[in-house]
């Protein structure tokens, strides 16, 4: 019993240690970064992780004005993921302490900083959320090339997690909430090689790593997704029209390792409407999401403790929509397949169904089909 006591004791004050460490890490602001890799630092200047903070995006804003963390207990424990280098991380995330956001303190308002990605030495797998583990070297930097330029500003070496994907799996593998449900969750299936977080989200493209030496080109750093360069990932969604005896189905291959969309707040519609002689017939729309809930409604993430509903087309999957209309010869069909950042009832429920950044159905494939 003394033992298992001294263990818990050694484990709390490692931890406390390790803490205090990673409070303590300093981080070379961005602004360093955009003298040597301007085309990478214009690409990441407009992405989701250099605007990832409650002041750059509000939907995220939207939900952390209404958590518990922030309304209660004054922290922001998003910070983890959304400004890791906040310099007063440790009372954002502590217990007992108080630690929000502030809109004049740089560390605060800079987002997920190229240089904080470029010291992720490992990954560290949790129950609840996993953690970063950052290389305490400020100038020592991993990256994908195994023959990297040199630098008197930083020293680069390859990683295999950053070959792999596996250095997004810090913020991105899942986020579990106190009902220990997983809010998010990017379920990759079986691990291959062929496709990760790199290859698909930071595809390699025409250009230059720095302006110290020509490489040909680079990995772009404008982070594909829902939010910006969508046309980046077109590539891995497969959409085709079948015309049977008294009716037509569309199909819709994701190619991608994880589900189509991945955050619970998202929300994919098919829309087929079929036009005959000048006349057009709108069919009923298909809805593909994923709904967390509790006594089988949807609620905020922090109040969920089940998946109340779960459409959503999952990683590698084909999924075939049927419409029970006969078609005729000249007929057009008109399919679109898209997405609202915000299910618009969620949107509502946090006061952002009038944005521009919430309102508008972002258009992922749209075709023709005329029958012969």
Not at 310 to 320: L, V
Not at 357 to 370: A, G, R, V, W
Request: charged share 30%; with cysteine; aromatic share 8%.
């Amino acid at each position: 019993m003394k033992i298992k006591i001294l263990l818990l004791l050694l484990s709390i004050q490692v931890s406390s240690l390790i803490a205090q460490v990673e409070s303590t890490l300093s981080f070379e602001p961005n602004i360093t970064c955009k003298k040597c890799h301007p085309e990478i630092y214009a690409e990441y200047e407009k992405s989701v992780h250099r605007n990832s903070t409650v002041f750059k995006d509000p939907i995220h804003k939207a939900v952390w004005d209404k958590h518990p963390s922030n309304i209660k207990k004054e922290q922001y424990k998003c910070a983890k993921c959304h400004t890791p280098t906040a310099d007063n991380i440790s009372d954002m995330l502590g217990e007992g302490t108080k630690g929000v956001p502030d809109a004049a303190n740089e560390t605060h308002t800079e987002g997920i900083l190229c240089a904080y990605c470029h010291r992720v030495e490992s990954v560290e797998i949790g129950v609840m959320s996993n953690t970063n583990k950052i290389h305490p070297e400020k100038k020592d930097y991993y990256g994908t090339r195994e023959k990297p330029l040199r630098s008197k500003k930083h020293y680069q070496k390859y990683s295999e997690n950053f070959k792999n994907g596996q250095v997004c799996m810090g913020c991105h593998s899942h986020k579990k909430n106190k009902e220990k449900l997983d809010v998010c969750v990017t379920d990759m299936g079986e691990e291959n090689a062929d496709d990760n977080c790199i290859t698909c989200h930071m595809p390699q493209v025409k250009g230059d790593v720095s302006t110290k030496g020509e490489t040909g080109t680079y990995a772009f750093h404008g982070f594909p997704g829902a939010n910006l360069h969508k046309e980046k990932l077109l590539q891995y969604i497969d959409m085709k029209f079948l015309q049977e005896e008294k009716s037509f189905k569309v199909s819709i291959y994701n190619q991608s390792p994880h589900d189509l969309m991945l955050h619970p707040m998202r929300h994919t519609e098919l829309r087929v409407s079929v036009e005959r002689n000048a006349e057009i017939e709108e069919m009923q729309a298909k809805v593909f999401k994923r709904v967390i809930g509790k006594d089988a409604k949807g609620t905020p993430p922090w109040l969920a403790n089940e998946v109340v509903e779960d459409t959503m087309i999952k990683g590698k999957e084909t999924r075939e929509v049927v419409y029970a209309k006969e078609l005729q010869r000249g007929d057009k069909v008109h399919v679109v397949l898209g997405y609202y950042l915000v299910k618009p009832e969620v949107a509502k429920k946090f006061a952002v169904e009038e944005s521009e950044h919430t309102k508008k159905f972002h258009i992922l494939k749209d075709e023709i089909y005329i029958v012969k």
